[in-house]
């Protein structure tokens, strides 16, 4: 059985062009969910369903770090333009090691070009004997895509 180490998760944007870490998140979280649709006839004893429409959604969370502008700054001006981002990786393992395999989750641009992330939500938060918070609600539009490339 395969475990994953979360000190080797990251967030990541413009996951196509110069891949740049979300700084300072500590935990992320996607939740990848399936409607269920009863086809339950008249006069029948046992219910009976369908998969409906797929979606994910999810959040990040970190520490506050008004100086990230190629990560935290990205999710924030994406959330003040409505705008969708389709170049956002979710490590579940990451390396920079020759030969290891990198394991992640983006929008399936292969399938859609027009699936992406939206930052729907943004809260921020400090606490007296901690340090000021961020946290990233988003939801996805199109499809979401498991992947993994082995660093060369």
Do not use: C, H
């Not at 369908?50 to 994406?78: C, E, F, H, R």
């Amino acid at each position: 059985m395969a475990t994953f180490n979360g000190r080797n998760g990251r967030v990541t944007v413009n996951a196509d062009t110069t891949e740049a870490i979300v700084l300072e998140l500590s935990s992320w979280s996607l939740d990848i969910t399936s409607e269920e649709i009863d086809t339950t006839a008249f006069g029948s004893g046992w219910g009976k369903s369908d998969v409906g429409m797929k979606s994910w959604s999810g959040s990040a969370t970190g520490n506050y770090d008004p100086t990230d502008t190629t990560g935290q700054k990205i999710l924030l001006d994406a959330f003040d333009a409505g705008s969708l981002l389709n170049d956002v990786r979710f490590y579940v393992s990451f390396s920079e090691e020759a030969g290891e395999t990198v394991l992640f989750f983006e929008p399936d641009i292969v399938s859609d070009t027009n699936a992406g992330l939206r930052v729907t939500g943004v809260s921020t938060s400090l606490d007296k004997s901690g340090v000021a918070t961020i946290n990233f609600s988003f939801s996805g539009s199109g499809p979401l895509s498991r992947g993994s490339e082995t660093i060369s």
